[in-house]
């Protein structure tokens, strides 16, 4: 069920082609959401033009960097680990320099330097472009740390180098930062205040990689419906912007039909969307455009007014049924999935209650379920007592996902018994005679491979299912092949 921060990828290590005329090595580890695996994917781009090739082997890098992840405890908890693995190796490779990246260097900033001696460089996820600088810096003996969040940077000029791709799914970052200022998140201070970036460097992205042969893209960002690009700067001072700049801004909805239209061809996803963002016109341009798939991730985190408003998110249970509606009347067959979070502070029985009802309405395809974690810094930590005790966050966890699993099986059992366009992203993990793809609805579908091939679109009919997993037969290419 764990998709958007997926267990399976945790820690990976990034491959790139090597470069012969490359000299140095580099290995980089990621951790957290798409978000973060999508950095590495641009860090991995600048480093290259700096003479590094990426190794998987520890022993042999001239320069780690590990990616990280603040939203919960326990991200921290691992990175932590990591930096311990290698002082280890550093002792034996005294020549190897570590950088830590990312949400966790930000949320630090220099502390990591004196609480984390091995640690030679920080760097903010508004800081890449710096990288060469700060190399250098390392290189003559000194510890360099960039910290600094930028109002404008989108990273729009880099091409990411795709990294451990499978050569048919990618993801275009489309805005950075978040101004949402949920009380538990720790987002806005890792990552700073939101900023769209420019439609035609999107478009731009999206037309070269379906040239280099990818089907599918997700456009990503914490809050993708709140996107609005009136020429560049953040999204708070949108006010500010000149009559013309408001008259040509383009916001998510245009996005959406933009890309859909600039690539008819091509599967277009989208995550994350805030109910409170999410407009009747981006569920009508979903509705409009046959490639665009039937898939809306959208985190509630509780299904309780009273703790709604206590995270400050800045809608109601009553609004978010109204949501859901809009969204099942307009498009059927859209799948919806769920982010949560129990035992938010002073969380009770009966708003743990409303959780459960909510879910029960909603029925949910799929679901990302977490028990309540403190970060330090966010308004949470700073106003309310961490008051749920863990048991009790775990036993309604627990209660959380089992009507997640109830749920998702129901819907996955929908799709059987009938034919759906399915696009191969790969070999099936638990067999090698069969392809792994999706439906348009995001659930998983397995079949037998005979002469398809990773990247085509197949129509399959599927006839049994798990809770997550369609199992079907192909039965024809599909006409968007
Ligand atoms: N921007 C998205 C949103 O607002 O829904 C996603 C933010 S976060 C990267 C992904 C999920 O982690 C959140 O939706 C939330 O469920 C969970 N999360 C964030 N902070 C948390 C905390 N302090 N404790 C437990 N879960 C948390």
């Known amino acids: 069920m764990e998709k958007k921060i997926d267990e399976s990828v945790q820690g990976a290590t990034l491959t790139l082609e090597s470069n012969e005329k490359n000299t140095r090595k580099l290995y980089i580890e990621s951790y957290g959401c798409q ?28 320069l780690v960097l590990v990616n990280t992840c603040s939203i919960r405890e ?149 809050n993708v419906d709140s996107y609005l690009w009136y020429g560049g700067g953040l999204k708070k001072d949108y006010d500010k912007a000149s009559e013309i700049q408001k008259a040509s801004a383009v916001d998510f909805a245009k996005l959406l039909e933009l890309t859909a239209l600039a690539q008819p061809k091509m599967r277009i996803r989208f995550s994350t969307s805030n109910p409170q963002d999410m407009t009747l016109d981006v569920i009508r341009v979903m509705a409009k455009f046959e490639n ?95 008051d749920v005790p863990l048991e009790t966050k775990k036993r309604r966890l627990a209660e959380v996902i089992e009507v997640q699993r109830k749920s998702s099986l129901y819907r996955t059992q929908q799709h059987v018994g009938k034919v759906q366009e399915v696009l191969i992203e790969g070999p099936s993990k638990k067999s090698d005679a069969h392809w792994m793809g999706r439906n348009s609805q995001n659930t998983v579908v397995v079949f037998p491979k005979e002469n398809y091939k990773i990247g085509e679109f197949v129509n399959v009919k599927s006839y049994d299912c798990t809770s997550a997993t369609l199992l079907g037969e192909a039965v024809s290419y599909s006409k968007n092949n």
């Open 292 to 386: 665009i798939c039937n898939y809306v991730h959208l985190p509630v985190q509780s299904g309780s007014n009273r703790i709604l408003k206590a995270m400050n998110r800045l809608h109601t249970r009553e609004e978010y049924f109204e949501l859901i509606d809009n969204i099942r009347e307009l498009i059927p067959d859209c799948a919806i999935s769920q982010d949560m979070i129990t035992g938010f502070p002073t969380e009770t029985e009966e708003d743990h209650k409303d959780t459960l009802s909510l879910m029960e309405y909603v029925k949910y395809d799929y679901g990302f379920m977490f028990a309540y974690s403190e970060r330090p810094g966010t308004l949470a930590a700073r106003k309310l007592e961490d």
């Open 35 to 62: 978000m973060n695996f999508s950095d590495s994917e641009i860090v991995a781009s600048i480093l290259a033009k700096e003479g590094f090739n990426t190794t998987q082997e520890l022993s042999e890098a001239d």
């Open 74 to 222: 326990k991200a921290e908890l691992t990175v932590r680990k990591r930096l311990e693995k290698f002082n280890a190796v550093k002792k034996i490779n005294p020549n190897m320099k570590v950088g830590v990246l990312g949400c966790m260097a930000e949320r630090l900033k220099d502390k990591f330097l004196e609480e984390e001696k091995i640690v030679d460089m920080v760097v903010g996820p508004d800081a890449y472009k710096d990288l060469p600088n700060l190399i250098q810096e390392i290189d003559e003996g000194r510890n360099a740390v960039n910290v600094i969040l930028s109002k404008d940077e989108t990273y729009g000029d880099v091409a990411p180098v795709r990294l451990n791709s499978n050569g048919v799914t990618a993801f275009v970052s489309i805005t950075r930062g978040c101004d949402n200022m949920c009380t538990f998140c720790v987002v806005p201070f890792t990552r700073g205040r939101e900023r769209s970036r420019d439609p035609q460097s999107i478009l731009e992205e999206v037309n070269d990689l379906w040239d280099k042969g990818f089907k599918e893209i997700t456009l990503l960002g914490q």
